[in-house]
């Protein structure tokens, strides 16, 4: 991610936050100096590449003028507003389509850092604009919105309505000073787990699958075994690392960033895990691709069941998923394992009596994390390409 894996990221956002600081306990509005300071990190970030920037500036352009038409259209009341909003929609999700396709041809295709969560977050306006939910964004807000620089790069990802309640709100002291109370614990916990937890695990990675060798099928299997364990582990800490860091900034200007992850080795089932790891992108895909995917089907009648609605919802909403981090086997093999493991479960939840009858014991609450752990960790092995091109040791 360049710039924001540098020292100096981290030596810039400590200014950013003591001037917010100073700010919030004056009892100023923060959203002015957060959108310059979004302004300079961000020109910081593609300071290394003239062409990211022109492209990332392109789209901002792009975005907000797709923005403003779909706001017309709704406005004023074109009879052909759903039609033309569906042009505009696809129009927005484009330069993401052509960037990952364009990157299987050449890794240095044209796009930028941060294009899959911005357009998250462009798609989301649109859809809501298109639901009534939100009638307009101010120019300045809507772009703020886009370039908010805690989470540009990694998330979590943010939600319009609730970002602008955040803006129209002046915070008192007592507040403010409560935001950096919690805001402090973020950080603080975020930079343990980038700084220590993943920097650990990384290490372990390497060397856990050395140590062991590959000399026996049992030591390679052994080995391979070690990796995909501290590989997902340590995709754990690197990403919620930066996830609670990014809560913590947003606090300090006046941001309630939404959390990421809430102890996902904790769970008891496949549903339980996606409702802890990487939270946001959970929900928005349940927002906006299994509720519309379902409430299309029940409206068309395309399956007889609301069990097999479900259970290929699912598998078409992880599929989105999977393209989405990359149009390559591995990620898209990865979505697709998801959706099979969420159907599964919604099938052995609906339907299996045996779990209805047991699913509040203790001996089957630890027997169904246990298996639902194998299954995670297996997936992690297919997002990094271990599982179908097993580590050389």
Known sequence: MGFYTEPAFFIVTAVVVCIAIVI?????????????????????LFSESLASLVFFLAYLVYSLALEKYVERLFRMKDSRAVAKYRVALALQIAPLAVYKVGVLFDPTFLGFIGISYITFKAVQV???????????????????????????TSGPILRSRAFEKDLDRTLTRTEYLEYLYRGAG??????????VGSALTGWLMWFAPAAIGGDTPGAFACAQLAYAF??????????????HMAVGVGFALGIEVPRNFRAPF???????????????LSYWLRDFVFMRFTTAAFEHSWFKSTVTTACIAYIVNMLVMGFW???????????LYHGLLLAAC????????FYKKHKKDRWFRICSWAVTMIAVFYGFALFSGQALHPIAV
């Open 24 to 44: 919030g306990l004056l009892q100023k509005p923060l959203h002015k100096f957060g959108l310059v300071a979004s302004i300079v990190m961000l020109g910081l």
């Open 126 to 152: 649109l859809i809501e604009l298109r639901d009534g939910l939100i009638e307009s964004m101010q120019p300045w807000r809507y772009l703020y919105f886009l370039m908010f620089f805690p989470t540009f």
């Open 186 to 195: 973020w950080f603080i916990l975020g930079a343990l787990y980038k700084f």
């Open 230 to 243: 501290m590989y997902g582990l340590n995709l754990f800490f690197d990403f919620a690392g930066y996830s």
């Open 266 to 280: 904790l769970s008891v089932d496949i549903k339980d895990f996606w409702n802890r790891w990487h939270i946001t």
């Open 325 to 335: 981090h990359g149009i390559t086997v591995d990620f898209v093999a990865y979505g």
């Open 346 to 353: 919604e099938l052995i939840q609906r339907k299996w009596g």
